[in-house]
T-cell receptor, first 109, second 116 residues
Framework: DAKTTQPNSMESNEEEPVHLPCNHS???????IHWYRQLPSQGPEYVIH???SNVNNRMASLAIAEDRKSSTLILHRATLRDAAVYYC??????????FGAGTQVVVTP | DAGVIQSPRHEVTEMGQEVTLRCKPI?????LFWYRQTMMRGLELLIY????????DSGMPEDRFSAKMPNASFSTLKIQPSEPRDSAVYFC??????????????FGPGTRLTVL
């Protein structure tokens, strides 16, 4: 299964944008790029996903490199509620998710 | 919508006892997943079902673990006999369409299992 590489942690000030990078150099043509987050003491929560084109939704934006070997999750205005572990995951044809260690996002007031 | 429902939310048991975790997926969802989360190993996929049929159980640790999905609205994960190393948070998730890579998974609140 293709793997992803993310920084262990990132810090941001409240109301500032957060850019979370993810490298996935072994991605295959049919792999989707998914982002989930996990708030403390909760189950993971879907954030966004994409295949080739950039994607936007109410939670975040996903920017995918042209060669698809990397992507960036963008939180436009971080709030204290966005403090969580963010996981970048490649899904196979069955939609199977393999979670890595993720990036711990810390938001300071 | 109620979301994915898991029970119990907390379970404390003694080594050697049988433990059964329960999950009710979101109505209409065709895929169901069981995960386990520990500090040491993170989130691991144990097994998943498509249309009530187990597709991949390669993540199930050993024969002490078994999972069933007798119908589209109910699944169980059983550990018999339980051991202290099974202590973890167990999550159930469901997804609308079987075999679709782009579908999001909806996670339940988890069951925190402690085996003494």
């Amino acid at each position: 299964d293709a793997k992803t590489t993310q920084p262990n942690s990132m810090e941001s000030n409240e109301e500032e944008p957060v850019h979370l990078p993810c490298n996935h150099s072994t991605i295959s043509g049919t792999d989707y790029i998914h982002w989930y987050r996990q708030l403390p003491s909760q189950g993971p929560e879907y954030v966004i996903h994409g295949l080739t084109s950039n994607v936007n939704n109410r939670m975040a934006s996903l920017a995918i490199a042209e060669d698809r070997k990397s992507s960036t999750l963008i939180l436009h205005r971080a709030t204290l509620r966005d403090a969580a572990v963010y996981y970048c995951i490649l899904s196979n044809s069955w939609g199977k998710l393999q979670f890595g260690a993720g990036t711990q996002v810390v938001v300071t007031p | 919508d109620a979301g994915v429902i898991q029970s119990p939310r907390h379970e404390v048991t003694e080594m050697g006892q049988e433990v059964t975790l329960r999950c009710k997926p979101i109505s209409g969802h065709n895929s169901l997943f069981w995960y386990r989360q520990t500090m040491m190993r993170g989130l691991e996929l144990l097994i998943y079902f498509n249309n009530n049929v187990p597709i991949d159980d390669s993540g199930m640790p050993e024969d002490r673990f078994s999972a069933k999905m007798p119908n589209a609205s109910f699944s169980t994960l059983k550990i018999q006999p339980s051991e202290p190393r099974d202590s973890a948070v167990y999550f159930c998730a469901s997804r609308p369409i079987a075999g679709a890579s782009g579908n999001e998974q909806f996670f339940g609140p988890g069951t925190r299992l402690t085996v003494l």
